[in-house]
């Protein structure tokens, strides 16, 4: 196989339970500057533990491998390209960054793997152990959140400065072929996410029984609790609840005049980023969502705090009802454009030594990615 000259090498964090990849969107957006070989071992028991080569498209190999011969694989795959790695991102605090090779090492934290280790079914133990050496080898550590990038000067007794990379959206260039907007407001809420229980309940039953239409898109989670499963069937059952189909052509956003972003203020949800805050101010939508660190630092007047299940439906209601001028997407969606993943993406290499990738790039990326990195 021909490779380009540089290759990045990702080993990406484990599957949360649900079906997508949290990596996948950044991994993608890598490859549109470097060529990225993406170590897959988040695939289970059962799974074959040798690697396993492909090629998804230009730029972007994949290798399914299990985490024991992952670094087998590693250097197995790179023989078999032709390449060297010129760096190494880690986002799996389980996995190690390989001895052989000698590129730049950076650690990437995307969840709070030591609050979320029992969810996981991972040894909290073990966990920790894990950041810790992994953030020792290390010679850039990065977080999703500020709250997160704090944690891990707790859990590593890391001295150097932790950055803080958070997830991006995608940029929707065709309104239009999305659905027609609605001046005047609509009675549509857009749920996109995980469907488990990082979400507040009360706040959707709230939401739902103010008689707004709620469009869901997500996936459940294999590790659900019994009892948030029960709450889950009860919100999706009600009349004014449609669940969307993940595969469908359209977003449920395009057909929304709010987004929200109900999530528990738990330990672990308060170091998360919901990159959905983003999505929805990329299709122009105004948010409403729970006092989240990393939504505040978003720190635009068009996404709205709310702090009780009373206050978050009237919010939802009084914002969704609201006339929202054309004038009014705009300004979300150029918020919205300062948070790609072509962004992240380059601020990842630039952490990695590698600058030169993403100016290199710069003629070949569109010309409205261009813009929205001004």
């Known amino acids: 196989m021909q490779t380009p000259t540089v290759t990045v090498v990702y080993m990406s964090g484990r599957n949360t339970g649900g079906v997508d990849y949290p990596d996948a969107p950044l991994i993608e957006a890598l490859s549109t500057f470097v060529h990225v070989l993406w170590i897959d071992s988040a695939t289970g028991e059962g799974e074959p533990s040798g ?3 492909q090629r998804i498209r230009h ?6 491998t299990s985490a024991p011969a992952a670094e087998q694989s590693i250097a197995s795959a790179l023989d078999r390209l032709g390449a060297d790695a010129a760096a190494v991102i880690l986002s799996d605090p389980m996995a190690r960054f390989p001895r052989a090779l000698t590129g730049h090492r950076l650690f990437y934290m995307t969840e709070d793997w030591v609050l979320g280790a029992k969810k996981y079914g991972l040894s909290r133990r073990a966990v920790r152990r894990g950041i810790e050496i992994n ?8 977080a999703v959140s500020h709250t997160l990038a704090a944690r891990l ?6 001295i150097d400065a932790v950055r803080v990379v958070p997830p991006g959206c995608s940029p929707v260039d065709n309104l239009d072929k999305h659905g027609a907007y609605d001046e005047h407001g609509g009675d549509s809420v857009a749920l996109v996410g995980p469907l488990d229980e990082r979400l507040d309940f009360d706040i959707l039953d709230a939401v739902a029984d103010s008689g707004r239409h709620i469009l869901a898109e997500g996936s459940r989670t294999i590790r659900t609790p ?3 499963t029960a709450r889950l069937d009860a919100f999706l059952a009600r009349p004014n609840v449609r669940l969307v189909d993940a595969a469908a052509a359209e977003s449920p956003i395009a057909a929304a005049s709010v987004g929200i972003v109900p999530y528990v203020l738990d330990a672990l949800d308060l170091a998360r980023f919901p990159s959905q805050t983003l999505e929805y101010l990329a299709f122009g939508i ?8 990393a ?4 720190d635009s007047e068009h996404v709205t705090i709310a702090s009780s299940p009373a206050e978050f439906a009237r919010r939802v209601t009084e914002i969704g009802s609201a006339v929202q001028t054309s004038a009014h997407r705009v300004e979300r969606r150029s918020i919205a454009s300062k948070h790609t993943w072509a962004a992240r993406a380059e601020t990842m290499l630039r952490l990695a030594g590698l600058s030169r990738c993403a100016r290199a790039a710069q003629s070949t990326v569109p010309a409205t990615e261009a813009e929205h990195r001004r």
């Open 51 to 53: 690697p396993d080569l």
């Open 59 to 64: 730029n972007l190999t994949r290798v399914r």
């Open 135 to 142: 953030c020792a080898r290390a010679d850039t550590i990065a």
């Open 153 to 158: 000067h707790l859990y590593s007794k890391v």
């Open 226 to 228: 019994q009892a948030t």
């Open 286 to 293: 105004p948010v409403v969502a729970t006092d989240i660190p």
């Open 295 to 298: 939504v505040r630092w978003v």
